[in-house]
């Protein structure tokens, strides 16, 4: 992807007055857009749900002029004002907290996907994966990476933290089971392991891109614990974190090219991949190809002459 500059978009669009005016109305259409299929969402689900789906008496049928559970007792069984709920469902603009959203899901009884779904249609944040979730994909993504040799790959949940990766990675990057159990984190390794800043031709350029896509990323967990814990110790441990954070940096991933000194087998030169698994969009798989065919080559060497497991039994990417 180019990086294009300020005057290549206002050439493309007829110049800065012409951008704004055309992209303003498209964003409010497709914001008022979502708030009606917001609404619509909760009408649907409010709409299959029985009264002793919610532990509340079903009285008299005849009595309910609309199926499915009243707007009052959705409003009443989450906790908000019923005025309130009536015009989210109308699809007014109104905002909506993630405590309120996550209330109202646990009203409507639903699922991790139809719950995920109402959160991206409030405009907030996916929910965070509940406790003993995450362990499941776990072999699964380690077969992945496994598939992915000789190509070093790896994965990260949302705040960077490594949860599975194969035998190129630990070999032509870092191990991460060299990093203590509550520590085993991308950031957190790019910024206090000496290894791979020394390994690393432009430690400084990469350190400053990764620190400006956890920026992105961190822009919608505002408020989330485990993200302010992780800046707040590396801008403890390490003075460029802290004065690169300072800055406020913001960028997106873009197509690079990381170049290593590797002790065995010289200059390497790694292509970056990332990519999401559908069925978890809020991990992140990276792969590291080498960028030609000499450096595929001694990559291929290096594995022949050095196989290993995976992952550690204690379970880093199990």
């Given amino acids: 992807m180019r990086d294009h500059g300020r005057h290549d978009n206002e050439a493309a669009s007829g110049g800065p007055g012409t951008r704004a005016a055309s992209h303003g109305p498209d964003r409010r259409s497709r914001t008022s857009s979502r708030r009606a299929e917001l609404g619509a969402f909760l009408r649907a689900r409010r709409a299959r749900l029985r009264p002793s789906d919610v532990g509340l008496p079903e009285g008299d049928p005849a009595l309910r002029r609309t ?60 929910p965070d994966t509940p406790s003993g979730e995450g362990e499941r994909p776990r072999d699964r993504l380690r077969r992945l990476v496994d598939a992915a040799a000789p190509n070093a790959a790896c994965v990260y949940d949302a705040r960077f933290d490594y949860l599975a990766w194969n035998t190129p990675y630990t070999l032509l990057r870092h191990d991460p089971l060299t990093l203590p159990p509550d520590r085993r984190n991308l950031l957190w390794m790019m910024f206090t392991d000496p290894g791979n800043r020394a390994r690393m031709v432009h430690w400084e350029r990469a350190a400053r891109a990764l620190i400006s896509q956890f920026r992105a990323v961190m822009g ?97 990417a199990s």
């Fill in 220 to 316: 919608h967990r505002q408020g989330d614990p485990a993200f302010t814990a992780l800046v707040t110790a590396l801008s403890e441990v390490s003075p460029e974190f802290r004065e690169w954070w300072a800055d406020y940096p913001v960028r997106r991933f873009r197509p690079a090219t990381v170049a290593i000194d590797h002790p065995e087998i010289g200059r390497l030169d790694l292509e970056m991949f990332q990519l999401r698994p559908a069925e978890h969009p809020d991990l992140l798989l990276v792969l590291q190809v080498p960028a030609n065919e000499d450096g595929r080559r001694r990559v291929s060497a290096l594995l022949d002459g050095r196989r290993g497991p995976s992952s550690a039994p204690e379970g880093g």
């Fill in 67 to 126: 199926p499915g559970l009243r707007r009052e007792e959705i409003a009443e069984l989450s906790g908000v004002g019923v005025t309130w709920y009536t015009y989210l469902e109308q699809g007014r603009d109104i905002s909506a907290s993630a405590q309120v959203i996550d209330a109202l899901a646990r009203a409507l009884l639903l699922d991790p996907d139809e719950h995920r779904h109402l959160r991206h249609l409030a405009g907030l944040a996916p």
